[in-house]
């Protein structure tokens, strides 16, 4: 029997400048009493217009900060918060961790969870899923959810007036997006909510695509300046909305493969996960043996906004260590297993230095011009 299609996607979805101003306006039929489970920052740059939204109301508002990671003893601890509160709203405020963290306590309490990204660097916003890890910081699961949250709501202002490399790292998490769904329509691979991919799916991954070469570059200098324009406002879009439904409900391949297997070189372990997709993404061109100009256009963009396109970018200077992280992607399960024919090591790691030969080249063309 063939693989039924489906397409899943947060209930709600708000973004703008100023948007938290109307939270309470967007999510009060959910309930009376919420808890935010918010990053440092997230506290710090929405506590203000979070009170100000719930003036006038006789609602009860919690804040946590959290402890940094979406470990299985943080969940815990805001678990019994909600027990001991009468929670009856689950808000996550901050980065993925921040968010991951409020939709495994709402999920294990039964609640409704709202979120609230302070940062564009990952597609922690929209999807149906967390990253769970031990309380050692180690990583123990993926946990996977019966829905996607209820509400998303994006301030721009927020996004706008946080550091840069964010929005830059978001732009390379998203930029694999429209080419691993591509690569797995072709093999009928599943999408990550393990459905088929619907042409829904693929009509957004592939905006998000377009979305990126049009507005990218722009987007970045208005962020560097905290100024809000059209094109800061569709990436925000196509970083959180487009990418995260989009990879929810289209499916990854190598770039996502390839992330994993460079986090086992300490080199990489600061380096962000968008860059480390944005990298991946190129070799999985290289595999694909796509035409010149398309592998033109994805380093144009990388170029443009500041994604690495050699391994020396992404801090690493022995290019036989480059092995390791080949191996690691390739192991059972991994994602990279979705393109046709399959891949090896030998073949990702050769892609990888293929990659690194043309990102040189590139690099070296531009500086002499």
Known sequence: MAVLKLLRAPLKYVQGKDALLKFY????????????????????????KLKKSFEGTDCKMRFEIFGGT???GEIEKMRNIVIEDNIEVVVGVGGGSAIDTAKATAYYEKCPVVVIPTVCATDAPCTGLSVIYND???FNSYLFYPRNPEVVIVDTQVIASAPVKFLVAGMGDALGTYFEARACVRTDAPSLENGGISLS????????YETLIKCGYQAKLACENELITPALESIVEATTYLSGVGADNGGLAVAHSVYNGFTALPECEYTMHGFLVAFGTIAQLVLENVSKEEIKEVMDFCYSIGLPVTLKELGITDIKRVRIAAEKACIQGETIHNMAGDVTQDQLYHALLAVDLLGKEYL??????
């Open 25 to 48: 306006d967007e999510t009060k039929e959910l309930g009376n009493s919420f808890l935010f489970i918010c990053s440092n920052s997230g506290y710090k740059n929405c506590f203000d």
């Open 70 to 72: 979406s470990s299985n």
């Open 136 to 138: 050692d910081g180690t």
């Open 201 to 208: 799916a693929m009509a957004l991954c592939k905006l998000c």
């Open 364 to 369: 070296n063309n531009n500086k002499n011009q």
